[in-house]
T-cell receptor
Framework: GAVVSQHPSRVICKSGTSVKIECRSL??????MFWYRQFPKQSLMLMAT?????????EQGVEKDKFLINHASLTLSTLTVTSAHPEDSSFYIC??????????????FGSGTQLSVL | SQQGEEDPQALSIQEGENATMNCSYK?????LQWYRQNSGRGLVHLIL?????REKHSGRLRVTLDTSKKSSSLLITASRAADTASYFC????????????FGTGTRLKVLA
């Protein structure tokens, strides 16, 4: 089945630094990818929709300049947390739709990235 | 909030018992999916049910969908300690946005 690879799985950084998280679709082309954020014991909150070759669409309340999304190819989207602060510590997870399947309903999730900002 | 609601928020049962979780959502949907998440890990896809379906089974899982009430339920029969996890529903809105919105989740604990 289709696989979405997310890297790194865990990152610890100092406050003020930037962190880049990669999301790759390994065996299908993903024109659309999604980025979610999850706080402990809470649900996944959609942050933004990443569109290949165009600007990302951010959900209400998500800072565009804080969470930079780049989707330069059909298999790779990156999320950069700029000038990270302790309150950005969270579990980030990406997903990608496989438009090649019927009903376009197949969506696959990466394994997530645990970000800890000291 | 755009999120769906799930209840109960937490559920604790004995091994062998059945567990039922409910999900309510707000908009018309194309489909609804259920996921499991073990603590601190990624999501595991359990089952997908389309808007024109009312019930689906997969092993010990049974999912129902009532689009008139905008609700779905997940039943896990003969639960095992390994079923301990958080369970989320996610809806694919029919509005054409192509994004999945997750419910608030149910934390299930199965006691051996």
């Amino acid at each position: 089945g289709a696989v979405v690879s997310q890297h790194p799985s865990r990152v610890i950084c100092k406050s003020g630094t930037s962190v880049k998280i990669e999301c790759r679709s390994l065996d299908f082309q993903a024109t659309t990818m999604f980025w979610y954020r999850q706080f402990p014991k809470q649900s996944l909150m959609l942050m933004a929709t990443s569109n290949e070759g165009s600007k990302a669409t951010y959900e209400q309340g998500v800072e565009k300049d804080k969470f930079l999304i780049n989707h330069a190819s059909l298999t790779l989207s990156t999320l950069t947390v700029t000038s990270a602060h302790p309150e950005d510590s969270s579990f980030y997870i990406c997903s990608a739709r496989d438009w090649g399947t019927a009903f376009n309903e197949k969506v696959f999730f990466g394994s997530g990235t645990q970000l800890s900002v000291l | 909030s755009q999120q769906g609601e799930e209840d109960p928020q937490a559920l604790s049962i004995q091994e062998g018992e059945n567990a039922t979780m409910n999900c309510s959502y707000k908009t018309s949907i194309n489909n609804l999916q259920w996921y499991r998440q073990n603590s601190g890990r990624g999501l595991v896809h359990l089952i997908l049910i389309r808007s024109n379906e009312r019930e689906k089974h997969s092993g010990r899982l049974r999912v129902t969908l009532d689009t008139s009430k905008k609700s779905s339920s997940l039943l896990i029969t003969a639960s095992r300690a390994a079923d301990t996890a958080s369970y989320f529903c996610a809806t694919d809105a029919a509005s054409g946005t192509y994004k999945y919105i997750f419910g608030t989740g149910t934390r299930l604990k199965v006691l051996a």
